[in-house]
């Protein structure tokens, strides 16, 4: 069996242009199994062909269109013809384009001061198709660098792929990325039809290069829920000049305006909703994360029930349990005051415990030093905490899970200390960026944007 491929090209002017691009032959009595449809390597070679045969007729057409000029509908001579390599997804081709003289009306161009117009610069000023650049960022956000050069090499006719020019046009798109949401119009939400904003923050720790100096570096990721859409972002804060107007961008995105009220869900760490205050300009609600407080009270309760085994205990049990049992259901009514004396008794009797048997003295000791640790993480989150029985009954969050699953996707999935990995903070700004556009599947509707 043989097939031949043969395309045709029409252009605008109407002209038809025929071409054949090769030949396949799969003889059934010589073919083993594995070689019966179209192969790999056989679609590698066509697909190559076939584009360079595009280019081949695309660079034509343009180079004839770019001989009249825009002002005066002159033809303008070609001054000489250059060579240039393009890299595209399916091969990098060496093309002849035509450099074009400027027309007298306009002598100088504001956009090519001086000398012949290039049209191809104009549309590749990188020398590589946006769709490559595409493509080379969502694979380098989801693997390691030299995982995604391979992958791009085992299934796509493309030139040999580098880890470093992967790494270089990630971090190109991720400067795009920024660039357009931060030029992109935002149509300003109506106060009393748009509900509130939800911010969910948490932070990453990943390995940071030894140059810097320090161990870990810190990527502040998240997720901004509204009643329809969600966005999740992700960044670091040396890398970029102000992480609160990166900040602002994602919340515009999704219609915020000065007049809307912003709640924020994290852990308590004191930076992480002062950026969202930074980015809003003033007050935003900040709510304590219930599941760290759940663990915190978890910790005292597998604490008393150590307590209450010891062998030789000679307390009343009642005094150590009830308490214990009932911080969980005052705290998630807002019964604050009542949680606060009962863990202030609660250390009381285990001071009153008698000290002469070292194991009941070791199990009290865990109970107050658990203790201690909720009291001072309440009464440092004082302002911060809420009815979260009515907040759940209503549907709305009390918990920064939805942040949690962000350090997951973007941070330790991509930058996890198991990768072996060590990040500066730009590299690691980049990757979280884009990583963000590619699972909130943004990253080709900046594409899209970019060349509208």
């Known amino acids: 069996m043989e097939v031949r491929i043969i395309i045709e090209t029409t252009f605008e002017n109407g002209t038809t242009k025929v071409r054949r691009l090769g030949c396949l032959s799969h003889p059934f009595r010589r073919t083993q199994p594995e070689g019966f449809g179209l192969l790999l390597e056989d679609a590698k070679t066509i ?99 030299r995982d995604a050069a391979r992958i791009l090499e085992t299934f796509l006719p493309c030139a040999k792929q580098v880890n470093t020019s992967v790494r270089d046009r990630l971090g190109r798109v991720a400067r795009e990325i920024d660039d357009i949401e931060q030029t992109e119009p935002v149509v300003a939400a109506v106060a009393e039809d748009a509900p509130a904003l939800t911010v969910f923050l948490d932070g990453a720790h990943i390995r940071r290069r030894p140059e810097y100096q320090k161990r870990h570096l810190d990527v502040v990721v998240g997720k901004i829920k509204s009643h329809d859409k969600c966005r999740r972002f992700g960044l670091v804060q040396q890398a970029v000049l102000s992480p609160a107007s990166q900040l602002r961008q994602d919340l515009r995105a999704l219609g915020w305006d000065h007049r809307q009220t912003v709640t924020v869900i994290s852990d308590g760490e004191p930076t992480l909703p002062n950026l969202v205050r930074d980015a809003v300009g003033g007050k935003v609600r900040h709510i304590l994360d219930w599941w760290h407080i759940s663990m915190r009270i978890q910790h005292v309760e ?151």
């Open 302 to 452: 597998n604490a008393v029930k150590g307590l209450l085994q010891a062998r030789n205990f000679s307390g009343v049990s009642v005094l150590f349990k009830r308490p214990a049992e009932t911080l969980r259901w005052y705290l998630w009514h807002e019964q604050i005051r009542t949680a606060t004396t009962g863990l202030q008794w609660l250390m009381i009797d285990c001071a009153r415990l008698p000290a002469d048997d070292r194991v009941v003295a070791e199990a009290a000791g865990r109970v107050q030093a658990r203790c201690r640790d909720l009291y001072s993480y309440l009464a440092n989150n004082m302002d911060n905490l809420t009815n979260y029985g009515q907040r759940h009954r209503r549907g709305l969050p009390i918990s920064s899970s939805r942040a949690e699953g962000c350090v997951d996707d973007i941070g330790n999935t991509r930058m996890g200390k198991r990768r072996r990995m060590r990040w500066s903070p730009k590299g690691a700004h980049r990757v979280a960026v884009v990583r963000a556009a590619v699972l909130d599947r943004r990253l080709n509707g900046a594409y899209q944007r970019a060349a509208a």
């Open 47 to 145: 697909l190559g062909q076939l584009q360079n045969a595009i280019l081949l007729d695309q660079i034509k057409e343009v180079s004839e269109a770019s001989k009249i000029c825009p002002d005066c509908d002159r033809v303008r001579a070609i001054h000489d013809y250059r060579s240039r390599v393009l890299d595209t997804l399916f091969g990098r081709f060496q093309v002849k384009v035509p450099r074009i003289r400027r027309c007298a009306c306009n002598a100088r161009s504001d956009v090519f001061p001086g000398g012949p117009l290039l049209p191809l610069a104009h549309f590749f000023p990188d020398r590589s198709t946006p769709e490559l650049q595409h493509v080379q960022a969502e694979l380098g956000a989801r693997y390691s660098f």
